[in-house]
């Protein structure tokens, strides 16, 4: 009996399974309509202020940050991550800091910053909240660690400004804008604050006697050009004492003060 290839390729098993399914393939390939790319993406949502850094097989994609609203990522290739916009704020802790005139003093403070590029904040470094505080943590102590103790505590709003510079220089990299620096209390120790009070209470008192030294001199002044000017005219005297004796019976005082001329002490002053 004659069998051509032909019938022995159709009539063999594994290989008419394999002709079936590629033929039913190709059917439902052309019967089928192609599905929309949107029927394999997935949709994501980002709020105002914030901002989606998507990775595509590992790389970002578009090199810009997506958002704010609706935007497509693909399940299986694409991951993101969201970035917050807003200003954060963090308090430094207490730093034990040695002043440039070797007094120890513990300050603290707060830091504004927000992230201004999130493909930087994302790619650059690992955490940039944390790294932010850390940096201004160390920024603190090498900034106060050049200023005196009189500095410190008359010169806060400079100190404030240089410390903004410095963190924001040392930030910009992360895509970290530092808004505002501001040093909140400075600590002393209790002995030198005792120093400090008693050094400011000495300082007044030998003001006060400046002052009242000075006040003296000029009512001597007054009373050397006020006795040549009676000199000049002794009925002045008298009418002095009648002004004195005015004022004290004003007072409701009845203690008077009689005065005693000095011509006639030295009369009896000189017969002895």
Known sequence: MYSSPLSQ???DPPIAAITAASLE?????????????????VKKIVKEYERAVIFRLGRISDRK???PGLFFVLPCTDNFVKVD???VSFDIPP????????????????VYFRINCPISSVANVS???????????TTLRNVLGTKNLAELLSDREGI?????????EATDPWGIKVERVEIKDV??????QRAMAAEAEASREARAKIISAEGEMKASRALKEASLVIAEAPSALQLRYLQTLNTIAAEKNSTIIFPLPIDMIQCFMQKK
């Not at 955490?127 to 943590?137: C, V, W």
């Open 187 to 192: 600590k002393l120790p209790q002995q030198l």
């Open 85 to 87: 916009l807003r200003t």
């Open 25 to 41: 393939l190709s059917v439902l390939t052309y019967l089928l309509p192609p599905l929309p790319s949107s029927a394999i993406e």
């Open 127 to 137: 955490n940039a909240h944390t790294s932010t505080r850390l940096l201004a943590q």
């Open 9 to 11: 390729y159709f009539l």
């Open 95 to 110: 730093q034990e800091i040695l002043t440039k005139d070797s007094v120890t003093v513990s300050v603290d403070g707060v």
């Open 65 to 67: 940050p997506k958002g």
């Open 160 to 168: 404030s400004l240089s410390m903004q510079a410095s963190l924001d």
